[in-house]
């Protein structure tokens, strides 16, 4: 076995604690390990973190800016395996403009970010365009008190979940959200599980609900999260850009 550098050190045992964290509060929500999926988010750190993760076995990623995605995974991807690349899933979170969705769709795996018809369209357009199937997130503001993030507002999920999933080339998979700056994180994820169930009513394979971060994502299992996006805990405090 190859003697891990400092850094990889530091980042497995990081992970190792990451997961110890998610594998306590699915024990104490009655939930199995298993069922969280831990995204590392990656976006302001370098292509060499990302391949020490890949072989300290992390397999999803999380990334919110297109150019500097695109072009790291670019890297990435040119050096992996089939059998790697088929395992990595890259997962956009971030904000989305729909001149920048044709690009986003030709690399991401799932799009979690998707918060209006007309970038639902777009992914949708470009999907095809690259002969591909996206999955796709509806992303829920929760409270409407930060729209710099994005997000629909709750009474807005029907109507745009009914249209992403009346397109060709995306699938509708789940709900994302971040607790509301301020707010408290457990009131916030139980609110998003009431409305990932009222979605599942309708839609009965939109099951995944992504949700807590570095700091909440006790709380975000303990309500239903499937998939948690986490940065510092893992990589540590984001670098100077």
């Known amino acids: 076995m190859t003697e891990l550098d400092d850094r990889s050190r530091q980042l497995r045992d990081n992970l190792a604690a990451v997961r110890a964290r998610i594998a306590d509060a699915a ?8 069922d969280v999926t831990l995204i590392v988010v990656s976006k ?16 999803d990623f999380g990334e919110n800016k297109d150019q500097e995605a695109s072009a790291k995974f670019a890297e990435i991807f040119e050096g992996a395996s089939e059998q790697e690349r088929a395992a990595l899933r890259l997962h956009f979170v971030g904000q989305l403009q729909s001149n920048k969705t044709g690009h986003v769709a030709a690399y991401a795996d799932i799009v979690q970010s998707v918060d209006r018809a007309k970038i639902a369209s777009a992914l949708a357009k470009g999907a095809e365009r690259h002969g591909r199937t996206l999955e796709v997130m509806v992303q829920v503001d929760l409270d409407g008190s930060d729209p710099g993030r994005g997000g629909a507002l709750p009474e807005q999920i029907a109507d745009l979940a009914a249209h992403v999933a009346g397109l060709e080339h995306l699938r509708l998979t789940g709900l994302m959200a971040v607790a509301p700056r301020g707010a408290d994180p457990d009131a916030a994820f139980a609110r998003l599980a009431e409305l990932s169930r009222d979605l599942r009513a309708a839609h009965p394979s939109a099951d995944r609900i992504s949700a807590g971060m570095s700091g909440d994502l006790e709380q975000a299992v303990r309500h239903g999260a499937t998939h948690v996006r986490i940065g510092s805990a893992v990589l540590g405090p984001r670098p100077a850009v």
């Open 44 to 59: 302001y750190f370098p292509v060499a973190d990302v391949r020490r993760l890949l072989d300290l076995g992390v397999t």
């Open 27 to 34: 024990r104490a929500a009655g939930r199995a390990a298993d």
